[in-house]
């Protein structure tokens, strides 16, 4: 299992895995007016039947 920022790279790297695509909270940013909600996914080489919600 890994997480990462949902790019179109990180997609394509790992489309042979499962991709769970979440939304996180992010405090810490390059700019600190840019802090707060971002698309992340959590990619497994198993199925997760009860989900990350």
């Not at 405090?27 to 199925?47: F, W």
Request: cysteine-free; glycine content about 8%.
């Amino acid at each position: 299992m890994l997480s990462n920022h949902n790019t179109t790279l990180i997609n394509e790297l790992y489309k042979d895995f499962n991709i769970h695509a979440i939304e996180a909270k992010r405090n810490i940013n390059a700019n600190g007016k840019k802090g707060g909600k971002v698309e992340e996914v959590i990619i497994t080489n198993y199925e997760n039947k009860k989900g990350f919600e």
